[in-house]
């Protein structure tokens, strides 16, 4: 027993020493702690030491810093979006008033310095319709259409007689039907011809001629023919007909159909400041049997309706009757809104000629609708940039004004847009 000796406490710890708990200290003390190690200069080799209490309040820094360039962006972003986007409607009901219009007018062929004027168009349509032959007949006809004469030769007018011979290029003749005054320096005129012997050698396409007399004269090569349509008609020989009964039912057809289309081929064709009323077009039909054999049972009957309108300019007889009815109180662009409504009648229709009549006279009745005019493109440029509550004040100094009413999209805007571009104007009548 005394030979085992017993160990110090020295011996038996380890050689290190016991492994103590910290000691506790106080917030205060450890943040005195903490800057004093901050402040220590660091040791070559040894890492850097971060002081646990200045990394939140840095970061907090660093989060408002990110979120008030995140608004600016938002704010900036939202400013140019609304103003890209920015877009005004105002709409303005004008100054109006109904009176009633009765009388007779007299118009002058356009072009005039003063009162009323009119113009004039021409057009051709033309339909086939099938139609069963039961009649059998030897006919001879000639081809015939129209041809334009115009006169480079000389000032003087030139008078062609009836039956004036025309040759074609390839040596066919045609003969003028009706005599016919060509007036001078260019000037032209339309007339029918026919082919000098019957059949289909008079059925020729458009193409130029020269006129017979005046070959070996200066004349001959002064004075230009020409076609720009077909020759038809020319047949010889035994055909098979259409029965009367049978082509008064066609033709009655056709020219309901013709009709019908070259009145809207008409008001289609017109330019939009112009007008025509109903009873101002004149329509005149034709038919004809086309080229048939006597070995088939069924003939094409070909109808062609010619219309010559007087058109009328919106401007000129609206300004007219709006001055007309107020004399007293002349308004540029004072306007009748609803001039189709009105009742037109032609007095004069059956003399009237295309080419020469320089006057017509008419009536017309109904009630006219007076529109005073709105500056809009002035009124645009006056609302631009604007206050939306300032508005009011620039509606109230045009009396042409009746009621305005304006709204402004993004609905958070308080001001017209900059550009008039962006402003719409529309007028409720």
Avoid: H
């Avoid at 979006?81 to 920015?86: G, I, Q, R």
């Avoid at 006919?139 to 011979?165: C, D, F």
């Avoid at 056709?254 to 101002?280: E, H, M, N, T, V």
């Amino acid at each position: 027993m005394d030979e085992v000796r017993k160990k110090s406490l020295k011996e038996l710890l380890p050689k290190n020493g016991i492994g103590l708990a910290p000691k506790k200290t106080t917030g205060v003390r450890r943040k005195k702690i903490e800057d004093e190690r901050y402040d220590l200069p660091a040791q070559a080799g040894s890492p850097s030491i971060i002081s646990s209490g200045y990394a939140p309040r840095a970061g907090k820094r660093v989060s408002m810093f990110v979120w008030f360039c995140i608004l600016l962006v938002v704010l900036a972003g939202g400013y140019f979006l609304s103003t890209k986007l920015a877009r005004a409607t105002v709409k303005i009901s004008p100054r109006q008033a109904t009176f009633n219009v009765t009388g007779q007018f007299s118009a002058a062929k356009a072009p005039v310095t003063s009162g009323l004027e009119f113009s004039v168009i021409k057009l051709e349509e033309t339909k086939e319709m099938t139609v069963t032959a039961t009649e059998q007949k030897r006919v001879e006809t000639k081809a015939g259409g129209k041809v334009t004469i115009t006169n480079n030769y000389s000032s003087a007018p030139q008078r062609l007689v009836a039956s004036t011979r025309l040759s074609a290029p390839d040596g066919a003749i045609f003969r003028l039907i009706d005599s016919v005054t060509v007036p001078g320096s260019g000037g032209q005129v339309t007339v029918l011809v026919t082919a000098d012997i019957a059949g289909k050698a008079g059925n020729i396409a458009p193409t130029s001629f020269k006129i017979v007399g005046f070959k070996g004269t200066a004349k001959y090569d002064k004075f230009a023919v020409s076609s720009d349509k077909d020759f038809t008609g020319g047949q010889s020989g035994l055909v098979n007909l259409i029965s009367e009964s049978e082509r008064k039912k066609a033709e009655a057809s056709l020219q309901a159909d013709l009709k019908i289309a070259i009145s809207k081929k008409a008001k289609l064709q017109i330019p939009a400041d112009y007008i025509i009323f109903d009873d101002g077009m004149i329509f005149d039909f034709t038919s004809r049997q086309k080229e048939n054999v006597a070995s088939s049972s069924e003939a094409v009957l070909e109808g062609q309706m010619s219309l010559i309108a007087v058109l009328f300019k919106s401007s000129n007889l609206s300004g007219y009757l709006a001055l007309r009815q107020n004399p007293d109180e002349p308004v540029e662009g004072l306007k009748v809104a609803n001039l189709t409504d009105l009742q037109f009648q032609w007095l004069d229709k059956e003399k009237f000629d295309a080419d020469r009549s320089k006057t017509i006279n008419f009536k017309l009745t109904g009630n006219a609708k007076l529109i005073w005019p709105i500056k809009t493109e002035e009124i645009k440029s006056k609302l631009a940039g604007l206050s939306f509550t300032e508005s009011d004040t620039v509606f109230k100094s045009y009396p042409n004004i009746y009621r305005a009413e304006a709204s402004i999209s993004p609905f958070w805007l308080k001001s017209f847009p900059l550009q008039t571009e962006k402003i719409n104007v529309e007028l409720i009548n």
